[in-house]
């Protein structure tokens, strides 16, 4: 029987939640039929005010914090540092909900979803873009019986997500917190991304996306070399110098070859590609990085500022961004602050010295508390005083 940390959200269920309606996406196809994949944490109060809905990031799911058995060597949420009694998300006050997004592979309807005809999708699968996702969130919140959240919040693609919540649904949306993420993928995000396609594109496996009859394989090789590429745009120089250095692996000298890692961080990339296609689905990494390319907060809006004043005069915004974050960057972080000012938004922005790049939204736990912690604490304080005062 494992034993929890006291401030542990413990063992935690996922959730579906089955829409027989269609789902209206950007491109102007329909999923006629979706199912989404979430969970909760926290407790809604009687008048549905402290909902929080988290966000996850590319390679991420529902699964945020606490664990799904008693197994000891089950690793717990991918943000479990975030979300539980007292934690940056404090579960004694908040109600958190997270949810897998549409085209994912952990539940919600995707790529190897079975589509009507009893088939796996595959490329069949409509494309689908940051917005449609907050879309299908919505009506999550709708069945909830959620009208208002108390903040969206999240961190890479999260953030986006959270953004376009404010812009599409504004009135619904008291506090935004934006993390480590920009405004819109620059050329240089979708070049990465761009990479990772093509080396799934160049397995064998895949097969144009058909590969999910018996007897079939994954393309596991093209997409442990997708997730590699992506793991680097993750971390920063310092990190990876610090982390790694020019280490030998397993070695006291180079041993000139090329079937066997002979650097540190080769092995350790290898160990993340390996990792990440034993959970996630190639053909769903393609869907969500095209989503990722094709956000632009600022799409059909002459510039960013005319998109950002459709969110509420009542809406707060968070923005976080890293001095080592080169996926991300602080500049662009900035130019969504910019933007919020020019419309004359309620915007905080801490840009934080550390040295972990992009991934530093995760490592920097104690730092994170006091910038996201502290802010929700001021916020709720603040909500009380307006009740009180009305």
Not at 15 to 38: C, I, K, M
Not at 255 to 276: C, D, I, N, R, W
Not at 342 to 363: C, I, K, M, P, Y
Not at 366 to 381: A, F, N
């Amino acid at each position: 029987m494992r034993t929890h940390e006291p401030n542990s959200v413990g063992i935690v269920h996922k959730q579906y939640a089955h829409f027989d309606q269609p789902l209206h996406l950007r491109t102007g196809s329909v999923l006629e039929r979706f199912t989404l994949a979430y969970e909760t944490y926290g407790t809604l109060n009687a008048d549905h005010s402290n909902a929080i809905l988290i966000f996850h990031a590319l390679s991420g799911d529902a699964h945020v914090a606490g664990y799904h058995t008693n197994d000891p060597d089950e690793k717990p949420g991918w943000w479990d540092d975030a979300v539980g009694p007292g934690k940056m998300f404090d579960t004694n006050r908040y109600y958190v909900i997270c949810a897998n997004v549409i085209g994912g592979c952990q539940g919600s309807t995707g790529p190897s979803s079975l589509a009507a005809d009893g088939q796996p999708y595959a490329l069949r699968f409509p494309s689908v873009t940051i917005a449609d996702m907050v879309a299908a969130q919505r009506l999550l919140l709708d069945r909830l019986g959620i009208e208002r959240l108390f903040a969206v919040a999240g961190g890479s693609m999260g953030a986006m997500q959270a953004l376009q919540w404010t812009v599409d649904t504004p009135e619904r949306v008291a506090n935004c917190l934006f993390l480590a993420a920009t405004p819109r993928s620059s050329t240089q995000n979708i070049a990465f991304n761009e990479i990772g396609r093509q080396a799934i594109y160049a397995d064998p496996r895949w097969n144009r996306g058909a590969y999910y009859s018996e007897g079939q394989q994954a393309p596991e090789a093209g997409l442990a070399v997708a997730r590699m590429v992506g793991h680097i745009t993750y971390m920063s120089e310092h990190s990876l110098e610090t982390k790694f250095g020019r280490g030998l692996q397993g070695h006291d000298q180079l041993p000139y070859t090329f079937f066997a890692p002979e650097f540190t961080v080769e092995s350790y990339l290898q160990h993340q590609g390996e990792k990440f296609v034993q959970r996630f689905d190639a053909n769903s990494y393609l869907y969500i990085t095209k989503a990722l390319d094709y956000f632009d907060i600022q799409e059909q809006y002459p510039t960013m500022a005319d998109s950002l004043r459709r969110t509420s005069p009542d809406t707060k915004f968070l923005v976080v961004s890293f001095s080592s974050e080169w996926l991300y960057t602080a500049a662009q972080a900035q130019e969504l602050v910019t933007a919020l000012h020019t419309v004359g938004r309620t915007v905080r922005h801490h840009e934080v010295q550390a040295d972990f790049g992009h991934d530093s939204f995760l490592v920097e736990v104690e730092t994170m508390t006091h910038i996201v912690g502290g802010y929700l604490d001021e916020q709720w304080t603040l909500r009380g005083e307006s009740i009180a005062a009305d």
